[in-house]
């Protein structure tokens, strides 16, 4: 497994809330790299599960609130947080003030997921069916797991 080095630079803002900034692609299959912006009041992903990566989130700008296993956290600016494989957790950003946060996932490859699911949901014209994105989500490890939204 051979890697060189690269510099990743985010593309010009396209409204998504993840870019990827560098995948398994670039980085020999060890890491994902990201980058989340988060505007104010925004829900992020419902409580779940990864059953084969760990993840990051380090937090540039704003507030992230974070749920894990223990407790309710607000992470501001500075705060790294690590959420280990099989640890369910759910983050959003609660607040009046965009969040800007960077993402490590390990191993890579996860990016692979969020492809998947912009790919289908560029092609609706109708709302999207939940059965078909929790199926995506489960080719890639995702389990959601029971528990109230953040938002």
Known sequence: MST????????A???KPWQVLAGAGKTGGLVTFGEARMPPRTAGPSKHVHTREDEAIYVVAGELTVNDVEARHQASPGT?????RGE??????LSDEPVWALGIITPGGFEQMFAEQEEYLAGLTTPPEHEVLMAI?????ITPVDGPSLI
């Open 4 to 11: 060189s080095a690269f510099l990743a630079r985010r593309d």
């Open 13 to 15: 803002d396209q409204g």
């Open 80 to 84: 790294l947080i690590w959420l280990p």
């Open 88 to 93: 369910p957790h759910a983050f959003a950003n």
């Open 137 to 141: 989500s489960a080719k890639y490890g």
